[in-house]
């Protein structure tokens, strides 16, 4: 029988070894850069502050290749056979398709990604992981709706409404075609077949479409624009500075609003594996999922942040923040859906 | 008899009173940008009349745009001088020489202006891989990677100020050297560059302005740690906003008009714009 004081002794040597213990667990990226492809400004800083310190107080340096997404696609297009100018990248559900056809993107090791075990087949498949859910409906001035007698936007149809005359802003499709298929929903259309949305748009005379959300924000803030499809990261980003916009999200088919995807991806034949495997793990981690998505308005695919942010009644008046709810939104077939087609009859019938 | 200072014509009034109107139109933007940067207040949009006076954001500009200017002023630096490098011997062979197939390389020193930026990008981004796996040389995301790309779109702009200029040179001036025993090089160094110095300065000028403003080419051929202000400027507004980038274009604004005054006092603006004008 072991006596009481070997006891303690073992007690002591356990707590004084546990450190070292699990800093030797603790992995190192003594020397490693990693190059990560990523949306600029802000974001950029979020991903530096949330990822990319830990990353660095682990030995590693991070660079950043900023741009947006399709800017980066080209390059990889460019590099095709070359060393890839970068490592792990960001993206968004439209470049979902064009990435995993061209090839570029690795596998992905789940099993080592202990963060991304909550992921639903829906979130995840072989070489791309959704980080976060962008959420598209419509945002609007509850102040002026209520001064006109207007009750809150059910679909997107609502906006012709003639009280908002020239008041209302719509996005061009370079913004992303969600608007758009979601007027054609209400017709019979869907994302393949967006005619009755677009021929409802020309109908509707809209004076104002919108090609950037800096644009639109200052037209919110100005009370130049009532009202606009747009996503809720903007409008929290907007109300948390006192003006009075809403959110909803309009019926589009049997469902309510329209979700689309963050994801990241591991690009193939990078030379940084393990450190490119720490960065999607860590992006994964219910810590970065929930502060990313509190300062940006977007949902996290984390339930336990996901859960956090529930809790919070200024995002929860903005946001789908229920599990119930993202999965009731409207996700566009993205392995479908033919965008160069719906650009060009944008351009046709929209821009011309 | 005292003079008599003419009155002015009602035309000459109006042509005033335009003169100035045209001036207020066009720095109208400018004036609203440092007007709103001195907002107080975090917010994703531009604000106007701002709702106080703070210098809060000068405070706060990221360091990654401070470092965004450094390389962007360090490319266009190296291109504005490489380009007129390059284009003294060409205007000089261009305005001075007659060979055959002259104009066939005049218009061929001014094919990059016909090209869009990006396709001169995506153009020079394939060759830079193309060399890099062929000789081991990379010069993706490298000065002069950046600087070659920039040079290719301003030599033009100083060919064709420093070809103006040497074109309206008086060349008894040179002959006037050369029959008193100078030898051809001491004519050009002493005789020929102090005459066309307005055009290299012009020239000069303009590759640093097209470089420091330049966004689709340094978009393809920059990358980690290699990002120009630009391009800094461009991929923050695709995504958000802070009254941060108001700020720092303020600043950046001041020390453009600091470097105008600094060329008017010590070679005289006008000259360098004559030079830019008679191309």
Redesign the interface.
């Known amino acids: 029988m072991i006596g009481n004081r070997r006891c303690l002794a073992l007690a002591l040597l356990a707590v004084l070894v546990m450190p070292t213990w699990t800093q030797a667990q603790e992995e190192r990226f003594d020397g490693v850069t990693i190059r990560v492809a990523t949306w600029g400004g802000s974001w950029r800083d979020r991903m530096q502050e949330l990822i990319g310190a830990e990353f660095e107080k682990r030995g590693g340096k991070v660079e950043y290749v900023i741009g947006n997404a399709l800017e980066n696609f080209n390059k990889l297009i460019a590099a095709r056979g070359q060393k890839p100018p970068f490592d792990v990248m960001e993206f968004q559900s439209d470049l979902w398709k064009p990435l995993l056809d061209a090839g570029f993107l690795a596998p992905l090791p789940f099993a080592r990604l202990t963060n991304a075990a909550g992921h639903s087949p829906q979130q995840r498949d072989d070489v791309t992981v959704s980080t976060w859910t962008l959420e598209e409906g419509i945002v609007y001035n509850a102040d002026k709706f209520k001064a006109l007698g207007l009750s809150k936007p059910q679909k997107y149809s609502d906006l012709f409404n003639d009280k908002l005359k020239g008041r209302v802003a719509w996005p061009d499709i370079s913004y992303g075609p969600y608007a758009i298929i979601g007027l054609a929903t209400e017709d019979g259309g869907d994302e393949l077949n967006v005619d009755p949305g677009l021929k409802r748009l020309q109908e509707a005379g809209i004076g104002y479409y919108y090609k950037s959300s800096v644009e639109l924000s200052t037209k919110f803030a100005s009370g130049d624009v009532w009202a606009a499809p747009w996503h809720a990261g903007w409008a929290v980003r907007v109300k948390r500075t006192n003006v009075p916009l809403a959110m909803s999200f309009p019926a589009v088919k049997d469902r309510h609003g329209i979700i689309a995807s963050g994801m990241v991806g591991i690009v193939k034949g990078n030379e940084v594996q393990k450190a490119a495997e720490f960065w999607v793990n860590r992006y994964l981690s219910p810590e970065v999922q929930e502060k990313l998505g509190r300062a940006n308005g977007i949902a996290p695919i984390n339930a336990a942040a996901l859960n956090a942010m529930r809790g919070d009644p200024f995002l929860a008046e903005l946001m789908l923040l229920t599990p119930e709810d993202i999965g009731n939104a409207y996700s566009i077939n993205w392995a479908k859906i033919d965008l160069s087609q719906i650009i060009d009859k944008w351009n046709r019938i929209i821009a011309r | 008899m005292r003079y008599r200072r003419p009155r002015p014509s009602l035309a000459q009034g109006a042509a005033t009173t335009l003169m100035f109107g045209v001036l207020v139109f066009l720095l109208s933007p400018l004036l609203v940008v440092a007007a709103a940067s001195l907002g107080p ?7 106007f009349p701002p709702a106080g006076f703070s210098l809060h954001w000068y405070f706060e500009v ?1 360091a ?1 745009y401070w470092q965004a200017i450094g390389f962007s002023l360090a490319v266009a630096a190296g291109t504005a001088l490489a380009s007129v490098v390059i284009a003294i011997p060409a205007a000089l062979g261009l305005v001075r020489s007659s060979f055959r197939g002259k104009t066939f390389v005049a218009l061929l020193l001014r094919a990059p202006l016909q090209i869009p930026y990006v396709v001169t990008g ?1 153009a020079f ?2 060759a830079y ?1 193309l060399l ?2 062929a000789t081991g040389l990379h010069l ?2 490298s000065y002069p990677g950046l600087v070659l790309g920039h040079l290719f779109l301003a030599t033009p702009y100083a060919i064709g100020s420093i070809a103006a200029v040497l074109a309206r040179l008086n060349p008894r001036l040179e002959e006037a050297a050369a029959s008193l025993g100078a030898s051809p090089w001491r004519v050009l160094r002493r005789v020929t560059l102090p005459v066309i110095l307005p055009g290299i300065y012009g020239g000069a000028l303009y590759a640093f302005i097209i470089s420091f403003g330049e966004v689709p080419v340094a ?2 051929l920059g ?3 290699r ?1 120009t202000f630009p ?2 400027m ?9 009254p941060a980038l108001l700020a720092v274009s303020t600043a950046v604004l001041l020390i453009s008009f600091a470097v105008l005054i600094l060329i008017q006092r010590s070679i005289g603006f006008d000259a360098v714009v004559r030079a830019g004008s008679a191309r």
């Open positions: 207040g975090d917010r994703p949009y531009v604000s990221p990654r995506i981004l394939q891989y890099g796996s993706r995301a978009l393809f990358g980690a740690g990002t391009v800094e461009f991929t923050s507004m695709q995504f958000d906003f802070s």
